[in-house]
Nanobody, 124 residues
Framework: QVQLVESGGGLVQPGGSLRLSCVVS????????GGWYRQAPGNQRELVAT???????NYLDSVKGRFTIVRNNADKTMYLQMDDLKPEDTAVYYC??????????????????WGQGTQVTVSS
């Protein structure tokens, strides 16, 4: 069974930094594209950052220059380095990944998986 487990959230003052981690575990072949999303109370879930298997990245405009998404394929881990945090960054952050899983000895499929979320609170 494939699992995505996030960690690294917490309470931080404005201007501070946090580093979120997302570890992919289970019977997988590889991880394709992945990303981080966030959802604040009363808001829809929004895309924060994505990274392809070729390490191409894309960011929400409001986090450009402050957040950095990276991946370590050997460890099947994805990170979100968040610097110069602002109160409006407060949300539950979720990681998402398109994972290639084996169906049989010669069949595979790509499925999307989500982590359980980690709370990030930016407040003085």
């Amino acid at each position: 069974q494939v699992q995505l487990v996030e960690s690294g959230g917490g309470l931080v003052q404005p201007g501070g930094s946090l580093r979120l981690s997302c570890v992919v575990s289970g019977n997988i072949i590889s991880v394709n594209a992945g990303g981080w999303y966030r959802q604040a109370p009363g808001n829809q879930r929004e895309l924060v950052a994505t990274i392809t298997s070729g390490y191409r990245t894309n960011y929400l405009d409001s986090v450009k220059g402050r957040f950095t998404i990276v991946r370590n394929n050997a460890d099947k881990t994805m990170y979100l380095q968040m610097d110069d945090l602002k109160p409006e960054d407060t949300a539950v952050y979720y990681c998402n990944a398109d994972v290639i899983v084996p169906l049989s000895s010669d069949l595979v499929e790509t499925k999307a998986y989500w982590g359980q979320g980690t709370q990030v609170t930016v407040s003085s």
